[in-house]
Every structure is written in structure tokens, then in C-alpha cells.
């Protein structure tokens, strides 16, 4: 390894030109992928599709809708473990790639405290209860994995990722020419991308007749001014972790069993990990292959604040509501590339079976992001003893996102994500059947396109079963399956783009007791 760099980035500029989610600019779709939230909570009410702005008396309800910690009438804990399995599909220069992966986390605990007014004797306030929770609202556990074979154009070359790294060198007339190496050294420190393929003898030096210099492809022949490449074999593997998590303080009151009020801090956590590997596998007699490795690593912390309602007008008539403030994010962020050339021949260096490898860091300022307000509002409607239904409808103001940093870390204005996104309404669905002491769930939830210009829906289908034990005991079991469209993401050669689907199954287990 020859080095490690420090570039302090003009917010990612030139190296996201290619490291983007396709036709998807990159900071638009880290805004939804932060701001998107399936809830979380316990596997009752992620049965119920997520539905809980009207429901209460469960642990789900710290970091949904606080005014359902008003139906306790016991203090209780929680904790909800999920196995998620993914089904992953993509498709690249005609080439369908299926992979599968799991994942293990417990993203949900928590503890209700409850409380009688009994010294308020004669108040129609009949109870309030406390809770903190940690809840992951939403998992980015997600995996990308394709390969494709690109051949030589019509225009002589081959569009790989070679090619990709040239343009910091190309004019309108041509090749750039150099009267001095150094000055070669200074525009490929310019752009990342660019100064590891020089570095790793992936774009080389060569001379003119006029004794200049230019850069071009390592299999660029002088004599026959063409190269020496006619197709190449892409293989990458992206691998998403981590979530949003927020530890939940709430607070919900039971006025005269008809109205039930409640707030909630949330404090935010953001962690996001990105790991990438990229191979290119050319058909020259000079390059065996070339492999890049990156890690991006995302990390924030933030608060927003959650009020809500639920009343009772009769006995088998719940209506919720719930809003949930924009949340402020102070993230911080680095992204370390190394990059590695096998070559079988270098004619530049004169070496036979000889490897190169060139690693970067870039740290990027501290910036901020605003994640957008949210407004839901839920009916349930009970079937005597034997059960409810329940649907939520919320708000997600999608438009408002905001980035913004006092420090340049976006070279210049921020990136205007709000004006290519779109507000949603998300839908959920949930139904429960009783008997004795068993329970059985079924939910739906659907979520809106918040892109403009975008494809990317998502929804999930999800049923469970539940025990609860006089001695207070409880269990719940959830699976769920959640189909999303990927936005779209270009290959580093820039060739062509991949369309990719995931296929998430949960299984969640709640194990809880009333105390």
C-alpha cells in the first residue's frame, strides 16, 4: 500500500459523480432513506401492518402515538428480537443476478411505568404512565449484487472504468497534452477516482512526437491509435447495515376512560454503513483485473418531539392522532477507497505479475439535515370481544427536507433535495381476532413515492399470533414480508444502469411481562 490521503471533500462533487444512486442524485436519496420509517415496535403491532395511532396499552406505543401509554393499567417490559432474510434481484446489461442474505438485530426494548392519581380524589384524570424505549424505525439492511459483460462500441473503445476516470483530461479538440509530468500529478489529484487509477497505473503516461505528454488508458496502443480492450466483466457486491434508532421517553394520561393524551422525546440516531466491492476483469493480455473496495460510513444524532391523541366518543369506536416535529440531524461522515491493479504486463513500468494499490480517506465537514415533519391520524373499530380493525393514514411531508452546513462542506449552495421530492400518504392496515387467551394478525402497509421523478414504493404483508398468560406473560411471533424497488444506481463504468428489488422477510418475536 503506497499512502494514505487526507482529502477534505467539496462535499463528495466529483467523487459521487460516479459513487451516485443512478439517476437519483445522491443527497436526495440519502434525505428519503433517512426520513422513510416502517415504526418498528413490537411484533403485535408490526402484525397489525404498523397501524397503532388509535391502539394502545403496548410498548409500541413510546415511540408511536404516546397518548396510547394512557390504556396501561400495570407497568410492563418488552423486548422484540427479528431475523430478517433478503431476497435480492438485479439486473444488469441483460443479465438477471439473485443473491439472498440474513441479518440478526434487536431493535426494539422497552419498559412502561404506570401510575394512579388516586390521591386526586374526585379528578376525572384517572392514570398516567411512563415510558422509554429503544425503537428502530427503520432498517437499512439491503444488499445490491450484480455482474454483466460489456463489449467494445462502435467508437473503438470500451466504456469501462478506465475510461470513466479520463474526463478530468479530455477537451473538446482531444486529449489534454502536458509540457511537464507535474502538471499530469496535479489534475489527477483533482477528483478521487481519478487519482487512484493513476496511482495504480490504470491511466498512464505517454509521449508524443512533439515530445509532450498526454494520459490515456492503460491499454492504449500508440501505434494503431486504438486499444487493446474489447470487452470487460463487471462484478459488484453492495452491502447496506444499520438503522435509524431513537431512544423514546413518553408520556401518556388517561382522562375519564374517553380521552387519552400524550408526548414523547425522541432522540435520534442515525447510523448508516455502506460497503462496496467492485471488480473489472478485462480480456487484455496486460491487466488480470482491477478491484475497488469502499466503506461509507454515516453517522448522526438529532431530536424531534411527538404529541398525540386518542378519543373515545363509544365503547367500540378508537380516534387517534399523532405529529411528530422535523427532526434536525448534525451528522458527520467518511469514506475510505482503496483500489488494487493486477497486472500480467505494465508496459509503463516494464514489469511482469506485479500489483499496485492506492488507498483514500475522505472526511467530509460536519453538515446537518432537517428530515421532514410527520401527521397521522387512525381509527379502530372493536368486533364486541372478539377482535378490532384499524387503519392509520399518515402524513409525510417529504418536500421540506433540508440540508445545510456552516462549515463548506457542500463547496458551495446545499443541495436542493426538496424541490425533487413529493409529500405521501402512507397507508396501514390491521385486523386482530381473539380467543380465550390466543390472538391472531393480519396488516397491510403501503408507502407513497416520494420522488418526483422516481420509482420507489414500497409495501409490506405481515400476520402473527399471540399468548397472554394470567400470570401476566406474553408472547408475540410476527412474519413479514417487505417488497421495495431499489432507485436505480449506475455502474462505476458508467456502462449502463442496474435496476434491482429486495425481498425482506421478518420474523419478530415479542417477549414480555406485566409487573
Not at 451528522?331 to 499496485?356: A, C, K, L, R
Not at 368486533?383 to 393514514?393: N, P, R
Request: hydrophobic share 35%; no cysteine; charged share 15%.
Amino acid at each position: 500500500m503506497k499512502t494514505l490521503k487526507y482529502f477534505s471533500l467539496i462535499f463528495i462533487g466529483l467523487l459521487y459523480s460516479f459513487n451516485s444512486l443512478g439517476q437519483v442524485p445522491l443527497y436526495t436519496a440519502d434525505a428519503v432513506r433517512f426520513s422513510q420509517t416502517d415504526g418498528g415496535g413490537s411484533a403485535r403491532f408490526v402484525a397489525l401492518g404498523g397501524a397503532n395511532v388509535s391502539l394502545g396499552g403496548d410498548i409500541s406505543s413510546i415511540s408511536g402515538n404516546p397518548a396510547g401509554l394512557g390504556f396501561y393499567n400495570r407497568s410492563t417490559w418488552a423486548i422484540s428480537p427479528v431475523l430478517r432474510i433478503g431476497d435480492f434481484s438485479a439486473e444488469y446489461e441483460g443479465q438477471n443476478n439473485q443473491n439472498m442474505g440474513g441479518n440478526f438485530q434487536i431493535p426494539n426494548m422497552g419498559m412502561v411505568f404506570h401510575n394512579r392519581y388516586e390521591e386526586y380524589a374526585g379528578s376525572k384524570w384517572i392514570s398516567g404512565t411512563f415510558g422509554i424505549a429503544i425503537n428502530q424505525k427503520q432498517s437499512f439492511y439491503n444488499n445490491i449484487n450484480y455482474r454483466g459483460t460489456v463489449e467494445q462500441g462502435n467508437d473503438g473503445f470500451i466504456y469501462d472504468f478506465t475510461e470513466s476516470s479520463l474526463f478530468p483530461f479530455l477537451t473538446d479538440n482531444g486529449f489534454r497534452e502536458f509540457n511537464f509530468r507535474n502538471e499530469i500529478e496535479d489534475v489527477a489529484n483533482s477528483d478521487t477516482y481519478t487519482y487512484l487509477a493513476y496511482q495504480t497505473y490504470l491511466l498512464q503516461t505517454f509521449t508524443t512526437n512533439d515530445d509532450t505528454f498526454i494520459v490515456d488508458r492503460y491499454d492504449y496502443d500508440g501505434n494503431t491509435d486504438g486499444y487493446l480492450t474489447q470487452s470487460v466483466n463487471h462484478r459488484e457486491n453492495i452491502d447496506s447495515y444499520s438503522g435509524l434508532t431513537t431512544l423514546d421517553l413518553s408520556y401518556g394520561a388517561n382522562y375519564n376512560d374517553v380521552l387519552y393524551l400524550g408526548a414523547a422525546l425522541n432522540v435520534n440516531f442515525l447510523n448508516y454503513r455502506q460497503v462496496r466491492n467492485f471488480r473489472e476483469t478485462p480480456d487484455n493480455s496486460l491487466l488480470n483485473y482491477m478491484e475497488l473496495n469502499e466503506e461509507t460510513i454515516i453517522s448522526g444524532t438529532g431530536a424531534a418531539f411527538t404529541i398525540g391523541g386518542i378519543f373515545k366518543p363509544i365503547n367500540i369506536l378508537n380516534l387517534g392522532f399523532s405529529y411528530t416535529t422535523p427532526t434536525f440531524i448534525s451528522m458527520t461522515e467518511t469514506q475510505e477507497i482503496s483500489m488494487e491493479s493486477f497486472f500480467i504486463y505494465n508496459p509503463e513500468t516494464d514489469e511482469e505479475d506485479v500489483s499496485y494499490e492506492e488507498e483514500v480517506l475522505n472526511e467530509v465537514p460536519a453538515y446537518s439535515l432537517r428530515l421532514p415533519q410527520k401527521v397521522s391520524v387512525g381509527a379502530t373499530a372493536f368486533l364486541s370481544k372478539y377482535g378490532f380493525v384499524t387503519a392509520d393514514l399518515e402524513y409525510v411531508d417529504y418536500s421540506s427536507a433540508r440540508y445545510s452546513s456552516t462549515n463548506g462542506a457542500f463547496g458551495g449552495d446545499a443541495p436542493d433535495v426538496g424541490s425533487e421530492l413529493q409529500n405521501t400518504f402512507n397507508l396501514r392496515l390491521g385486523v386482530e381476532g381473539r380467543w380465550n387467551i390466543l390472538r391472531a394478525r393480519a396488516g397491510f402497509a403501503y408507502f407513497d413515492n416520494p420522488y418526483r421523478s422516481f420509482d420507489h414504493n414500497r409495501q409490506s404483508i405481515s400476520g402473527g399470533v399471540g399468548i397472554i398468560r394470567k400470570s401476566g406473560f406474553f408472547v408475540d411471533a410476527t412474519y413479514t414480508v417487505s417488497s421495495l424497488t431499489n432507485p436505480n444506481i449506475t455502474a462505476y463504468a458508467g456502462s449502463d444502469i442496474i435496476t434491482s428489488e429486495s425481498n425482506i422477510s421478518n420474523v419478530r418475536i415479542t417477549l414480555g411481562k406485566n409487573f
